[in-house]
């Protein structure tokens, strides 16, 4: 399984981290929370004879529950602040890598994959943990990552890295209108990534849920009759899960359930029927998901 038991440093030191911008959000506000609790802890005297100048009209005591309840609320907003950065940040290093170990398991025969694909392959995590799978299994076979940023560049440097170089290539694309053609992937994956895929319409409206389909519409038609796709999202999977039954794929499984980035998870793994037959009547399915 490439290098399956890795310390989050080393995982850390190849591929950095993604989501800096929200760790450090989270981490800024964590210290300035810590610091006006402590604040809060030091002065707390003064502060509750301002809170009665403030407010003569109080009953007694009340300023110093006053003053003590702020501070708490403070001090406990910024517990939430620490564990939610760090929480992201295990998401983003040990937890991903973890999880694509994981979805790498669901392929039962890596030895005849020839071709697959990760779709919003990011810097590489779960693309390179299949293309460390191709090269033990020695495999002639190829994985393309995907993604809609200009990331090919660091990419690449960490499949270098992780000396898998000739089993990985990257193209820059729409995870709605993949480049490529119908029946084409052994196997394809996505990790934490279909979930972003209409977000400039805001997460929740009925037209992100529309893009998100159309992406996992994509995943479907691109796979080769028997070919294996496997999903590793947020929040959305039981959606996933319903398109999937409607489009008629075959062994749909869906693991238990992992927090990540501080909501909820699943893998969820499927096959492409090799035979499109229902009861005695040939079907065919609109792959591409044209949904309204």
């Given at each position: 399984?490439?290098?399956?038991?890795?310390?989050?440093?080393?995982?850390?030191?190849?591929?950095?981290?993604?989501?800096?911008?929200?760790?450090?959000?989270?981490?800024?506000?964590?210290?300035?929370?810590?610091?006006?609790?402590?604040?809060?802890?030091?002065?707390?005297?003064?502060?509750c004879s301002v809170f009665q100048s403030l407010f003569p009209a109080l009953p007694a005591g009340a300023p110093r529950f006053?003053?003590?309840?702020?501070?708490?609320?403070?001090?406990?907003?910024a517990v939430c602040l620490f564990f939610a950065a760090g929480n992201i940040f295990y998401s983003s290093v040990s937890l991903h890598w973890d999880m694509a170990q994981r979805m790498i398991n669901v392929v039962s025969d890596w030895s005849t994959v020839k071709t697959a694909l990760d779709v919003g392959c990011g810097?590489?995590?779960?693309?390179?943990?299949?293309?460390?799978?191709?090269?033990?299994?020695?495999?002639?076979?190829?994985?393309?990552?995907?993604?809609?940023?200009k990331t090919a560049v660091a990419?690449?440097?960490?499949?270098?890295?992780?000396?898998?170089?000739e089993y990985v290539t990257c193209r820059e694309g729409d995870a709605r209108r993949l480049p490529f053609a119908d029946n084409y992937f052994d196997v394809v994956v996505s990790a934490v990534f279909l979930h972003t895929v209409g977000k400039e319409f805001g997460h929740r409206t009925a037209a992100a849920a529309a893009e998100r389909m159309k992406g996992l519409g994509e995943?479907?038609?691109?796979?080769?009759?028997?070919?294996?796709?496997?999903?590793?999202?947020?929040?959305?999977?039981?959606?996933?899960?319903?398109?999937?039954?409607?489009?008629?794929?075959?062994?749909?499984?869906?693991?238990?359930?992992?927090?990540?980035?501080?909501?909820?998870s699943h893998i969820v793994s499927f096959r492409k029927p090799i035979q499109q037959i229902v009861g005695s009547a040939e079907y065919r399915t609109d792959w591409r998901c044209n949904i309204c």
């Open positions: 399984m490439g290098k399956p038991g890795r310390d989050w440093t080393q995982i850390y030191a190849i591929y950095g981290m993604e989501e800096w911008h929200t760790l450090i959000f989270l981490l800024i506000h964590a210290i300035l929370f810590s610091f006006f609790s402590v604040l809060f802890l030091i002065y707390f005297n003064p502060l006053i003053a003590g309840f702020t501070g708490c609320v403070t001090a406990l907003s810097r590489g995590i779960l693309l390179n943990a299949v293309a460390l799978q191709l090269k033990k299994e020695g495999s002639s076979g190829r994985v393309v990552g995907l993604d809609p940023l990419t690449l440097r960490t499949a270098r890295i992780e000396g898998v170089q995943v479907v038609r691109v796979l080769k009759p028997g070919g294996v796709g496997v999903v590793w999202d947020l929040v959305h999977v039981p959606e996933y899960v319903q398109r999937l039954k409607e489009l008629r794929m075959e062994d749909i499984r869906v693991s238990e359930r992992v927090t990540a980035f501080m909501v909820s």
